[in-house]
């Protein structure tokens, strides 16, 4: 199973971005999907995750101004960020949690780049 992340770029503050995350592969279903991300010098930390029946859950720093949504036909995951901040500058992951033949399989993306600057 693969996931394909795209949509990440430069923004200035206050714009816009909505990033993709495309599953493929063999597996049955999907389970939760979710977004991270990871900032120079800093851990990687959870910004949203949705579960297969579209229940979300968000990083207080990005409640109110991040969406996140699913696709379950096309097996993707989107990533709406609105009114971005400087500190929101970071490589953004989307991960997912496949039932496949082998069992329970929790998958990460390539990550995509979010800058964010004047």
């Not at 909505?18 to 999907?33: E, K, V, Y």
């Not at 991300?37 to 579209?54: N, W």
């Not at 993707?76 to 069992?103: H, I, R, W």
Request: glycine share 12%.
């Amino acid at each position: 199973v693969q996931l394909q992340a795209s949509g990440g770029g430069l923004v200035q503050p206050g714009g816009s971005l909505r990033l993709s995350c495309a599953a493929s592969g063999r597996f049955f279903s999907i389970n939760d999907m979710g977004w991270y991300r990871q900032a120079p010098g800093k851990q990687r930390e959870l910004v949203a995750v949705i579960s297969s029946g579209g229940s979300t859950n968000y990083a207080d720093s990005v409640k109110g101004r991040f969406t996140i949504s699913r696709d379950n036909i096309k097996n993707t995951v989107y990533l709406q960020l609105n009114n971005l901040k400087p500190e929101d500058t970071a490589v953004y992951y989307c991960d997912a949690d496949f039932m496949t033949v082998s069992g329970r399989r929790r998958s990460w993306g390539q990550g995509t780049l979010v800058t964010v600057s004047s």
